[in-house]
């Protein structure tokens, strides 16, 4: 089954704990994206990356961070820096064609203690 | 930068009938993408339907079309017959395209409308 898998499903972080979200596709997507998404609000892009090995920021990257050292893997680290890290996070992939459609995961809900 | 506009924050319909979610966008590109997603109490993000700027003919798949008018830069979503699986937020979303300098940047959305359907 293709797809794209998010985990863990909940995650619960301590104020000042650093903690990293899974992201991991199968649908042989070279670019792959991570969002946010706050109460009453749409998606807002955090990181992208078109390839392996580079990524960019998207318009809400401080105190977030990724790596992209393999094709189907994407993991974000929400680190201490966050001041407010308590919300939904997509991930989404697609192809590079132009204009091509982004498909998303499931989802992590990442709450803060 | 691109906004998204969803000037209805909740709409209701009956089941079976028919009810246009509406979406403007502001830009000055003029080659670019535009999405419907769909997202229900699962909180997945599902495509609906997109379409492409330089494509005069509204897209449609199956209950859904779209009513996209370049300068007026609108592009509402038509849902025919409504059916209770239909009750979701619905996302507009905007994508630029490389043509215009864009690219694989991401999608900007807007902020949502919540539809209810009612039995």
């Known amino acids: 089954d293709g797809g794209i898998t998010q985990s863990p499903k909940y995650l619960f972080r301590k104020e000042g704990q650093n903690v990293t979200l899974s992201c991991e596709q199968n649908?042989?997507?070279?670019?792959m994206y991570w969002y946010r998404q706050d109460p009453g609000q749409g998606l807002r892009l955090i990181y992208y990356?078109?390839?392996?090995?580079?990524?960019q920021k998207g318009d809400i990257a401080e105190g977030y961070s990724v790596s992209r050292e393999k094709k189907e893997s994407f993991p974000l680290t929400v680190t201490s820096a966050q001041k407010n890290p308590t919300a939904f996070y997509l991930c989404a992939s697609s192809y590079r064609a132009e204009g091509d459609t982004q498909y998303f995961g499931p989802g992590t809900r990442l709450t803060v203690l | 930068a691109q906004t998204v506009t969803q000037s209805q924050p909740e709409m209701s319909v009956q089941e079976a009938e028919t009810v246009t979610l509406s979406c403007t966008y502001d830009?000055?590109?003029?080659?670019?993408?535009l999405f419907w997603y769909k997202q229900p109490p699962s909180r997945q993000m599902i495509l609906v339907i997109r379409?492409?700027?330089?494509?005069?003919q509204n897209a449609t798949e199956n209950r859904f079309s779209v009513n996209f008018q370049k300068a007026a830069k609108s592009f509402s979503l038509k849902i025919s017959d409504s059916q209770l699986g239909d009750a979701a937020m619905y996302f507009c979303a905007y994508r630029s395209s490389s043509y215009s300098g864009g690219g694989a940047d991401g999608l900007t959305f807007g902020k949502g409308t919540h539809l209810i359907i009612q039995p």
């Open positions: 830009t000055s590109e003029s080659d670019y993408y």
């Open positions: 990356s078109q390839i392996v090995n580079d990524f």
């Open positions: 379409q492409e700027a330089y494509k005069q």
């Open positions: 649908l042989n997507h070279d670019a």
